[in-house]
């Protein structure tokens, strides 16, 4: 299996013995400049570091050298450990961390590094959806269900329950209410908490389309239309549609049959009652666990839909109070219920629920005397239970204590007038923070959380609930613990792997994850936060796991802990759809603290799948002629050189200010013009700018002459391309050239000529670029005695591969071109900023797949990013 194994050059392989490297494990989505920075260095061998270095990635320059401080010893893997911080430096750019022998891949430090990752990460929720899946475009679990256990309730055992939607829990397709509830108000607390974190190009049902609604909030109503059939009666709530029995086969979601009743699920009643779980019976003593997860969702989405349908809010009202009642009739947990396997969610805890169902309710109906109602049973519920089990334990059962995070006292503290100090629901968080530290502070990695199912899940709560005691008590003391399990998520932790599918883009991440979608179909499962490490004990007693390829990570194994990126292995590698929604708010927080948000307009299509694009994206370069040779490749961005705030290369400029969220839209022509008319209609309904060069001969075709009109009057830049688009330099041997400077000279001077008509010269078109987007030194050094400036497109993405045809071998078409521009402009953590982004006016009539019919599509996707558009005279100037 194909790796990106960060620090492959500190790992050797002689014969079958394998040397004893030194790594440098760190966050691959990058740093902020004023937050805290921190790597750990891990070795195989026992050895003594004193100092450590930070190196510029683009001049290899050292710009800090620091003690390495106290020496960790071993974890896991390393016997010997080191945390490396580098806080104190806080200018932006991409650096290099280097420690005895250990060496890092180039990572970012800058205020944006986290723009865009919980936008991106709704994907996985979207493609986890039950009944219509936009993802697939397709339908599945249409008919559920069948009611189970609700006979004393009035509700025959086989009774019809209309309660399609939702989402999948997991790579499985059984759906729970306290997983889906949970989700459902991570996703609208991140929607109330920072609204500028998301964008919206999606509708309702998940596909591409703007409905004026943020995508977040159409994804928590997705979860909270579901709750709504699961709670469709005063004295009916459901806990679980389906059981183990859906662990049939890994597939596709379509219909299922094998529950012995069509294709019906069975869907169980909250009872309160022990209900099935195989030869057993689970534990369930009560209702209360689930009815307060439902009646919390239902308050704050009855709060966060006001002003865009109130008749849902007063729905959402009702059903909040109710299922409130429900839970107040009978406390205790309700846990979900298995037939064949012996594993089920066994929450044990239920006076958490209780408690947010209190204090979201309060909110909802702040001023009144059932407000202060709630605040007092809010209070009475957080004191039962005032730091989550779990929080400094070495072991927990699976689901044991859900939600794995009290999100009750961070709604109560919000709710009361006491200072912080004298705030107890931040006493009670910095308890149980206290707790996980005593564990933390003696590895380097400040690992506290026990490795036990769903430890990365685990990982996320525990770092919200650092961020959330310190933004209300604004204490920073536990800043690096919070940090540290941050970090943990996306590269710093012993395998050096993010956890998250697809985060970041050319970063380690899961390939092979326990998902029916990549297995089956190799289909992406962008986002996806997978189970995470396992104590190696838990590892060699689960039922069921044999890895279905080599151990890309067996030389970081151990007995502590393990990790495996393999189908085969569901304990590590399986993504959640609860986690995953948990990480949604965690990284929208972070792109708040960070203080930089783009200019997000709420448009376009939905993003594309980075899957494969990561990996490695061959570029296509200039037009293919007869004579050219297939493998051509252009100097990559990072070859160019730096003059003022434009980047060059070969004297001609190659990128504008990557500092400034720009982009130039340029369209060249020669003898095709067939989307003009497209491509100025979308130019102008989304109020963008480009920049146009065209030939001599395009200027002198009477076809094309309304086009450049148009172009004109729209105020587009028009620049030159030469008069006969002709090749300057030889295809192999890039630096001989093919005219002489007095060809090139009356080249340019009939392509002038040919503007003149329009009113055009080379006062107001000053920029040149080349024919083939092909030339040399020579080239721009005649370009600039002439008294232009020489340009060409910025390498990264297919832009310019939009001419190809199908029976060329660099064919690419238009949906994998669109993938590519998309995949950069979240690559952080310049994007396509300062990007001279190339497209054709016109193409070979061969290519029926006509990209620029995608163009209106791009520019509301690239704008909701908080791109703009600009001429190339706006984006190169000094």
């Given amino acids: 299996m194909h790796r990106l194994i960060g620090l492959l050059f500190s790992f050797f392989v002689f014969g079958d013995t394998v040397a004893q490297p030194s790594v440098i494990r760190y966050n691959q989505l990058g740093y ?91 994907r996985y929720m979207r ?94 109503k997705w979860g909270l239309d579901w709750l709504l059939k699961m709670h469709p009666k005063d004295n009916w709530l459901f806990n679980q549609l389906g059981d183990d029995r859906d662990h049939i086969s890994m597939r596709i979601p379509k219909l299922d049959s094998q529950y012995g009743k069509g294709y019906e699920r069975p869907v169980y009643f909250v009872s309160g009652e022990p209900q099935q779980r195989g030869k057993f019976m689970n534990n369930t003593t009560g209702v209360a666990s689930t009815a307060g997860k439902f009646a919390s969702a239902f308050a704050l989405g009855s709060q966060m839909f006001v002003g865009f349908d109130n008749n849902y809010c007063q729905t959402l009202y009702k059903k909040s109070l109710s299922a409130w009642a429900f839970g107040m009739k009978k406390p205790g947990v309700c846990q979900t219920a298995s037939v064949r396997s012996p594993y089920i969610y066994a929450e044990d805890n239920w006076a958490d629920d209780m408690e947010l169902g209190a204090a979201a309710i309060a909110r909802m109906t702040v001023g009144t005397s059932l407000s202060e109602k709630q605040k007092i049973a809010g209070t009475r519920y957080a004191r039962m239970e005032p730091i989550t089990p779990w929080l400094g334990a070495d072991t927990a059962k699976h689901y044991q204590w859900y939600p794995f995070i009290n999100v009750g006292h961070y709604e109560m503290a919000k709710l009361t007038a006491l200072k912080p100090a004298d705030n107890p629901y931040i006493d009670f968080y910095q308890q149980g923070i206290e707790k996980v530290w005593a564990k933390a502070k003696t590895n380097a990695f400040y690992r506290g959380v026990p490795f036990i199912w769903c430890s990365n899940n685990l990982t996320v709560s525990f770092a919200t609930q650092c961020y959330w005691y310190r933004s209300l008590s604004g204490d920073k003391g536990y800043g690096q613990l919070e940090q540290a399990n941050f970090d943990w998520l996306f590269g710093c932790n012993p395998w050096g792997t993010s956890m998250v599918y697809g985060l970041p883009a050319n970063g380690d991440t899961p390939v092979d994850p326990h998902s029916a979608f990549t297995h089956l179909k190799n289909y992406p499962i962008d986002g996806g936060l997978v189970d995470g490490p396992v104590y190696g004990s838990i590892y060699k007693s689960l039922i069921g796991i044999t890895l279905k390829d080599a151990d890309e990570y067996a030389y970081w194994q151990s007995d ?154 729209q105020g587009h830049y028009l620049g030159a391309h030469s008069d006969k688009h002709l090749l300057y330099s030889d295809w192999s041997k890039q630096d001989s050239p093919l005219v002489s400077k007095d060809s090139f000279a009356t080249d340019l001077e009939n392509n002038y000529a040919a503007m003149k008509p329009f009113g055009l010269g080379q006062k107001s078109s000053a920029y040149f670029l080349p024919p083939y987007e092909w030339y040399n030194d020579s080239i721009a050094t005649w370009a600039k005695e ?93």
Wanted: proline fraction near 4%.
């Fill in 32 to 122: 902020t400049p004023k937050g805290i920075k921190v790597a750990v260095f891990g070795s195989k061998a026992i050895t003594n570091q004193k100092t450590f270095q930070l190196i510029d990635a683009a001049s290899n320059k050292v710009v800090l050298q620091k003690n390495t401080g106290q020496a960790f010893g071993k974890y896991g893997p390393f016997a010997q450990t080191y945390r490396l911080d580098f806080s104190a430096f806080t200018k932006p750019g991409n650096y290099i961390l280097k420690c005895g022998d250990a060496v890092t891949k180039p990572f970012a430090i800058g205020n944006d590094v986290y723009n865009g990752m919980a936008d991106f990460c709704l």
């Fill in 127 to 220: 493609q986890q959806r039950s009944g219509f899946n936009p993802f697939l475009k397709d339908s599945c679990h249409t008919h559920d269900g069948y009611a189970l256990y609700g006979a004393a309730a009035g509700l025959p055992d086989s009774t019809h329950i209309d309660v399609t939607g939702g989402w999948h829990d997991a790579s499985d397709y059984l759906q729970y209410s306290t997983t889906s509830a949970n989700a459902t108000y991570h996703l609208l607390m991140a929607a109330r908490d920072f609204p500028q974190a998301f964008t919206d190009t999606k509708q309702a049902n998940g596909l591409d389309g703007r409905n004026g609604l943020p995508d977040v909030l159409d994804e928590a």
């Fill in 560 to 713: 502590l802990a393990v990790y495996h990126d393999d189908y085969g292995d569901y304990s590590t590698n399986e993504p959640t759809m609860d986690g995953t929604a948990s990480l949604i708010y965690l990284l929208a927080a972070r792109e708040a603290e960070a203080g930089v948000y783009t200019a997000k307009k709420q448009t376009g299509i939905a993003g594309t799948s980075v899957k494969g694009i990561k990996k490695s994206m061959a570029i296509i370069q200039p037009k293919e002629e007869k004579n050219k040779p297939a493998a051509i490749q252009l100097p990559t961005i990072a070859e160019a050189t730096g003059a003022g705030n434009n980047l060059y290369q070969k004297g001609a400029i190659v990128r504008g200010d990557t500092t400034e969220r720009k982009i130039a839209l340029v369209f060249t022509g020669h003898e095709f013009a067939d989307g003009g008319k497209a491509i100025t209609t979308a130019l102008k309904v989304e109020k963008v700018k480009a920049s146009f060069f065209f030939t001599g001969d395009f200027y002198r075709n009477k076809a094309f002459e309304k086009t450049i009109k148009a172009l004109k009057i």
């Fill in 786 to 878: 002439a008294g232009l400036q020489l340009i060409n497109y910025t390498t990264g993405t297919l832009s310019n591969a939009d001419y190809t045809t199908p029976r060329m071998p660099n064919y690419r078409s238009s949906d994998t071109i669109y993938q590519s521009i998309l995949h950069k402009a979240i690559d952080l953590p310049t994007g396509l900023n300062g990007y001279i982004l190339l497209l054709h006016i016109g193409t070979d009539p061969a290519r029926t797949d006509k990209f620029y019919n995608l163009l209106p599509l791009m520019l509301q996707e690239l704008i909701g990013y908080g791109y703009k558009f600009v001429r190339v005279d706006d984006l190169l100037k000094k």
